[in-house]
Nanobody
Framework: QVHLVESGGGLAQAGGSLRLSCVASGTIFSINGMGWYRQPPGKQRELVAGFTSGRSTNYADSVKGRFTISRDSAKNTVYLQMNSLKPEDTAVYYC???????????????WGEGTQVTVSS
């Protein structure tokens, strides 16, 4: 079994910063991809930023230049540094990870429970 635990959400003012963390634990052979989605109120979940299996990164256009994703592979942890926050960044942020639990297993996508980020104007 695999668990993802997020931390670092909260309330920030517009222009401020927050840093999210996500730790994966459990039976982990390898992590193919890891990153963050968000779901604003009344909207669909959308990709914010993520690492691919090739270690390249993807960002939503709306966060490029403001958010930075990083990882500590030794700790199975991914971070999201969010700067220059805007009210439209308000959402529940979900960590995901594509994890193989064994050498011959297919990767399964796991999700965290989400952490609320609220940006006031």
């Amino acid at each position: 079994q695999v668990h993802l635990v997020e931390s670092g959400g909260g309330l920030a003012q517009a222009g401020g910063s927050l840093r999210l963390s996500c730790v994966a634990s459990g039976t982990i052979f390898s992590i193919n991809g890891m990153g963050w989605y968000r779901q604003p109120p009344g909207k669909q979940r959308e990709l914010v930023a993520g690492f691919t299996s090739g270690r390249s990164t993807n960002y939503a256009d709306s966060v490029k230049g403001r958010f930075t994703i990083s990882r500590d592979s030794a700790k199975n942890t991914v971070y999201l540094q969010m700067n220059s926050l805007k009210p439209e960044d308000t959402a529940v942020y979900y960590c995901y990870a594509q994890i193989r639990s064994g050498r011959y297993d297919n990767a399964i996508t796991y999700w965290g429970e989400g952490t609320q980020v609220t940006v006031s104007s």
